[in-house]
C-alpha cells in the first residue's frame, strides 16, 4: 500500500512517519546471500524505461528510469498454484499464469541500472543470474559477452517487431506490465531515487507469491540481518537502497 493509506491505517500524525516504516520494512524484502536465479531454468533478461513522460521540455525529453529485468521461465506444469498477480489466474482456477501459455514466470530479479551498455548490464546478469544458465535476450550489443562468460546465449534481434518480443521474451514483458501497473496504481509514481526500493518489494512480492505466510515469515528474518534506513539517511540521500547499482 501506499504511505497514505499506511498512515491511515495506523492513524499516525505524519506522513514522514509512514513512509519511513514503509522503507524500513522494504530493507528487509532483500536477502543479502539471495542466490542465481535460473539453473535448470531458462531466464530472460531485458530493460525498460520505467516512469512517465516529460511535457513541455521538448521531444525526446524524459525524466524515465532505466530497469533491467531477469526473470525464469518454467513449465506451466510446474507452478504451485494459480498465479495471484494475473487477473486471469482468479477467474479460472485451471488457469496457472502465464497469460495462456504453457510457461509461467518463476523468480525473478530488477535492477535500477544507469546505462545500457556492456559495463551496465554484464555485473546484473553474473550477480543475478546462476552461471551456465540459459539466456534469453534480445540482440542488444550489451548481451554480447555473455556466452564468454559461460552462459548458453540465445539472442534474438527484436528490432521493434511485437511478434517477435511476445515469442522470444514473453514473461518479461508481462513482469514489466505488471510492475507499471502497480507502481501507478498504487504508489501513482515513484521517484528515481527510491525507485529501486519498490523494485525490491515488487520482486520479494513476486517471489513469494504463491506462499504469503512463507513471505511474512521471511521479511522478519531478513530483517534481523539487514540494516535499515534512519530518518535522515532516507531524505538527505545518503541511504542507498539494498539490490542497487552500488551493490553489484
Given at each position: 500500500?501506499?504511505?497514505?493509506?499506511?498512515?491511515?491505517?495506523?492513524?499516525?500524525?505524519?506522513?514522514?512517519?509512514?513512509?519511513?516504516?514503509?522503507h524500513k520494512l522494504r530493507a528487509a524484502m532483500v536477502r543479502p546471500d539471495r542466490d542465481g536465479i535460473g539453473g535448470?531454468?531458462?531466464?530472460?533478461?531485458?530493460?525498460?524505461?520505467?516512469?512517465?513522460?516529460?511535457?513541455?521540455?521538448?521531444?525526446?525529453?524524459?525524466?524515465?528510469?532505466?530497469?533491467?529485468?531477469?526473470?525464469?521461465?518454467?513449465?506451466?506444469?510446474?507452478?504451485?498454484?494459480?498465479?495471484?498477480?494475473?487477473?486471469?489466474?482468479?477467474?479460472?482456477?485451471?488457469?496457472?499464469?502465464?497469460?495462456?501459455?504453457?510457461?509461467?514466470?518463476?523468480?525473478?530479479?530488477?535492477?535500477?541500472?544507469?546505462?545500457?551498455?556492456?559495463?551496465?548490464?554484464?555485473?546484473?546478469?553474473?550477480?543475478?543470474?546462476?552461471?551456465?544458465?540459459?539466456?534469453?535476450?534480445?540482440?542488444?550489443?550489451?548481451?554480447?559477452?555473455?556466452?564468454?562468460?559461460?552462459?548458453?546465449?540465445?539472442?534474438?534481434?527484436?528490432?521493434?517487431?511485437?511478434?517477435?518480443?511476445?515469442?522470444?521474451?514473453?514473461?518479461?514483458?508481462?513482469?514489466?506490465?505488471?510492475?507499471?501497473?502497480?507502481?501507478?496504481?498504487?504508489?501513482?509514481?515513484?521517484?528515481?531515487?527510491?525507485?529501486?526500493?519498490?523494485?525490491?518489494?515488487?520482486?520479494?512480492?513476486?517471489?513469494?507469491?504463491?506462499w504469503p505466510m512463507v513471505a511474512f515469515r521471511s521479511a522478519l528474518a531478513i530483517a534481523t540481518?539487514?540494516?535499515?534506513?534512519?530518518?535522515?539517511?532516507?531524505?538527505?540521500?545518503?541511504?542507498?537502497?539494498?539490490?542497487?547499482?552500488?551493490?553489484?
Amino acid at each position: 500500500m501506499s504511505a497514505l493509506q499506511f498512515q491511515k491505517l495506523l492513524g499516525l500524525t505524519r506522513y514522514e512517519t509512514a513512509y519511513h516504516m514503509l522503507h524500513k520494512l522494504r530493507a528487509a524484502m532483500v536477502r543479502p546471500d539471495r542466490d542465481g536465479i535460473g539453473g535448470e531454468w531458462p531466464v530472460e533478461v531485458d530493460e525498460k524505461w520505467v516512469g512517465g513522460a516529460t511535457q513541455g521540455e521538448g521531444r525526446g525529453v524524459h525524466h524515465k528510469t532505466l530497469v533491467v529485468g531477469a526473470v525464469e521461465v518454467r513449465p506451466r506444469a510446474k507452478a504451485p498454484g494459480p498465479d495471484p498477480n494475473l487477473p486471469t489466474g482468479q477467474a479460472n482456477p485451471k488457469h496457472r499464469g502465464g497469460h495462456g501459455r504453457g510457461i509461467i514466470a518463476g523468480r525473478l530479479r530488477l535492477q535500477v541500472v544507469p546505462g545500457r551498455t556492456r559495463k551496465e548490464l554484464e555485473p546484473f546478469v553474473l550477480a543475478a543470474v546462476a552461471p551456465g544458465s540459459h539466456v534469453l535476450t534480445d540482440g542488444w550489443t550489451g548481451y554480447d559477452n555473455l556466452t564468454k562468460l559461460g552462459y548458453r546465449h540465445d539472442p534474438v534481434p527484436i528490432q521493434g517487431d511485437q511478434a517477435n518480443t511476445e515469442a522470444h521474451l514473453p514473461m518479461i514483458h508481462i513482469v514489466f506490465g505488471n510492475l507499471d501497473a502497480w507502481l501507478l496504481g498504487i504508489h501513482h509514481g515513484v521517484s528515481q531515487k527510491h525507485l529501486q526500493a519498490y523494485l525490491n518489494e515488487f520482486v520479494f512480492r513476486f517471489n513469494r507469491r504463491f506462499w504469503p505466510m512463507v513471505a511474512f515469515r521471511s521479511a522478519l528474518a531478513i530483517a534481523t540481518k539487514q540494516e535499515a534506513p534512519t530518518y535522515d539517511g532516507l531524505y538527505d540521500g545518503t541511504w542507498a537502497h539494498p539490490g542497487g547499482w552500488m551493490d553489484t
